[in-house]
């Protein structure tokens, strides 16, 4: 999916929820979300490292509890290309509010450092209306990913 046009209406974080950008999860806690999300978890040490090497991540934090709602992080080659990473809400009413605002900040933050930039979002199937909503198009050319695991 790529990026081609600009939403100009922001998304409302729904009451009672907290955006950060500055304070990253545990691996242990987004490895709980991403569980959650019916996505694949990772070793801690090695989420950690790709935490720590992230361009940029976005974590939604439910004010009362502290508890992880919803995480994306993105990673760039800082010119050209720009992926977004561990797309997760937690399943339940705020699941596609929340998505939009993450894919919202996310967008707002590489346009404001990378213009023109193209970005590309591994994503669960979930999230492609809202991906659509905030002006992800399909690749018209049928291109799919794929992906292999070393062991």
């Known amino acids: ?7 100009f209406y922001p998304p409302r974080l729904p009451e009672g929820f907290v955006l950060e950008s500055e304070q990253l999860p545990s691996p242990q806690e987004l490895n709980r979300l991403l569980s959650k999300c019916n996505q694949v978890t990772h070793p801690p040490a090695r989420l950690a490292k790709a935490l720590e ?17 919803g995480f994306v992080r993105a990673t760039s080659d800082k010119g050209l290309n720009a992926n977004l ?44 209306k809202t991906l659509e909503d905030q002006g992800f198009l399909l690749d018209p050319g ?9 062991r």
Do not use: D, T
Not at 142 to 148: D, E
């Open 1 to 7: 999916m790529f990026s081609f046009q600009q939403n």
């Open 53 to 69: 090497h992230s361009f940029c991540h976005f974590s939604i934090f439910e004010e009362a509890s502290g508890k992880l709602y």
């Open 85 to 128: 990473w561990n797309l997760a809400v937690q399943p339940g009413e705020y699941q596609v509010p929340l998505l939009a605002v993450l894919i919202h900040s996310s967008l707002e933050i590489l346009r404001k450092r990378m213009p023109g930039c193209s970005v590309s979002v591994s994503a669960p199937a979930i999230a492609l």
């Open 142 to 150: 049928g291109i799919r990913v794929m992906g292999f695991k070393l």
